[in-house]
């Protein structure tokens, strides 16, 4: 009897110790635990660089094309008439019907008569069609009207506008041939020159000629040049975003 109870005695206490071994184990662990949560928390967050998802454009190569701001002038796209070898009288102007509107005599900056010149392209030039006429050398010849025809008209227009016949003024096509514009009355005009101008080049003829490189290097739409020009030549290369 003694001996089991020594027996009993002896087993409780291995317990009781296992317990105690146990129990200093696993706070042992808890407090492992909290400092490493404690360490993370405190250790400083890496954010991404925005830069990071962005493929560096390396010298020599393009980065994707970026559409122009372009202010591009919201109005109706100019009437359409194909008339390649003669002029297209598609409207009926009185003498004297017609106003110039002059922004800077001095700079040769005069614009027609919206009313009366509104502008005209040729249908046959389109944003498909550019590499075949207005973008290859020698388009422009092949659909100028004879002058013999222009010369009749151009003295009428003359009339229209109220204007004396002057060397340097020039017979113009608002939209120009290089752009898709077309033979018509209601694409040409008398544009007078810059004061003291020797002949009938001015500064119209150089905007037109960018506008046209602009057109076929594919930075700007062929319709929002022709809007553009036809709303106010001055300003069309700003108002394009140019």
């Not at 129990?23 to 954010?47: C, E, I, K, N, R």
């Not at 290097?217 to 553009?228: E, N, V």
Request: a negative charge.
């Amino acid at each position: 009897m003694t001996f089991t109870r020594k027996t009993h005695v002896l087993l409780a206490a291995i317990l009781i110790a296992f317990i105690v071994v146990g129990g200093l184990w696993y706070v042992g662990q808890q407090a492992h635990a909290t400092a490493a949560s404690s360490d993370a928390a405190g250790a400083p967050t890496v954010a991404a660089d925005p830069g990071d998802d962005v493929e560096p454009v390396q010298p020599g190569e393009t980065g994707p094309a970026v559409a122009p701001n372009a202010a591009v002038v919201q109005e109706a796209a100019p009437n359409a008439i194909h008339s390649p070898d003669k002029v297209s009288r598609d409207i009926a102007l009185s003498p004297n019907q017609c106003k110039v509107r002059t922004l800077n005599a001095a700079k040769g900056e005069v614009l027609p008569d919206p009313s009366c010149t509104p502008g005209a392209i040729d249908p046959a030039v389109s944003e498909e069609s550019i590499g075949s006429t207005i973008c290859r050398s020698g388009y422009t010849a092949t659909v100028r009207a004879a002058a013999s025809d222009t010369d009749k008209v151009k003295k009428l227009s003359l009339q229209q506008y109220g204007l004396v016949p002057v060397p340097s003024t020039e017979f113009d096509h608002l939209i120009s041939l290089q752009l898709g514009g077309t033979n018509a009355v209601s694409n040409l005009w008398p544009e007078p020159n810059r004061e003291g101008a020797p002949g009938t080049t001015n500064p119209k003829d150089a905007i037109e000629t960018r506008l046209n490189k602009a057109v076929c290097s594919h930075r700007i739409a062929l319709g929002d040049a022709q809007k553009a020009i036809a709303h106010n030549w001055v300003t069309a290369e700003k108002d394009l975003g140019l």
